[in-house]
């Protein structure tokens, strides 16, 4: 099955600053690369995805971009503010049959003002 | 339109106790799944469904049970709760390719 790698598990940055998290994945057959944001008690949320057909996908102040041959994608996240304070969850997803996503073991960000 | 509703939001059960956790999603989605998140471990998956009247085993189903008798519900049962089995769990549903829409979660102690 997939397996998905997510580094670092905490990052701590100022605010104003840019924000990366990387993850990998180990099945060349997964096609679907969502991301998810996870605020304190709240439930996870969809924040950006990319399919493999599409090396970069940007939304405002985020973006994705997905490396298929070094099976890793990451998530940019540009000029932080505190409110990005969150757990991010990577996921990868298998192409064919059931359609299962994998998530990594994700990533605790902490803007401080 | 709830999205995905999970009940109870809170439960403490003694060792030995059973319960059911209930997941309703109105978006008619094909896919329903129930996940546990612990501390430092991200969202395991327990069981999911592909389908009414599918089920079939995630990554941590042992001490788990799940039904999917109607489309829109999802039960994931505990017959012999132990207090491993403590965390917060999330259910969630999404169409066959796309985004996963997930309950409120719900807070499972077990003394």
């Known amino acids: 099955g997939e397996n998905v790698e997510q580094h670092p598990s905490t990052l701590s940055v100022q605010e104003g600053d840019s924000a990366v998290i990387k993850c990998t994945y180990s099945?060349?057959?997964?096609?679907?690369f969502p991301w998810y944001k996870q605020e304190l008690g709240k439930r996870p949320q969809l924040i950006i995805d990319i399919r493999s057909n599409v090396g970069e996908k940007k939304d405002q102040r985020i973006a994705v971009t997905l490396n298929k041959t070094a099976k890793h994608f990451s998530l940019h996240i540009t000029e932080t503010q505190p409110e990005d304070s969150a757990v991010y969850f990577c996921?990868?997803?298998?192409?064919?049959?059931?359609?299962?996503?994998?998530f990594g073991r994700g990533t605790s960000l902490i803007v401080h003002p | 339109n709830a999205g995905v509703t999970q009940t109870p939001k809170f439960r403490v059960l003694k060792t030995g106790q059973s319960m059911t956790l209930l997941c309703a999603q109105d978006?008619?989605?094909?896919?329903m799944y129930w996940y546990r998140q612990d501390p430092g471990m991200g969202l395991r998956l327990i069981h999911y469904?592909?389908?009414?009247?599918?089920?079939a085993k995630g990554e941590v189903p042992d001490g788990y049970n799940v039904s999917r008798l109607k489309k829109q519900n999802f039960l994931l049962g505990l017959e012999s709760a132990a207090p491993s089995q403590t965390s917060v769990y999330f259910c969630a549903s999404s169409p066959w390719d796309g985004e996963l829409f997930f309950g409120e979660g719900s807070r499972l102690t077990v003394l």
């Open positions: 978006m008619n989605h094909e896919y």
């Open positions: 099945d060349s057959a997964s096609n679907y």
């Open positions: 469904s592909v389908g009414e009247g599918t089920t």
């Open positions: 996921a990868a997803t298998l192409s064919g049959g059931s359609y299962i996503p994998t």
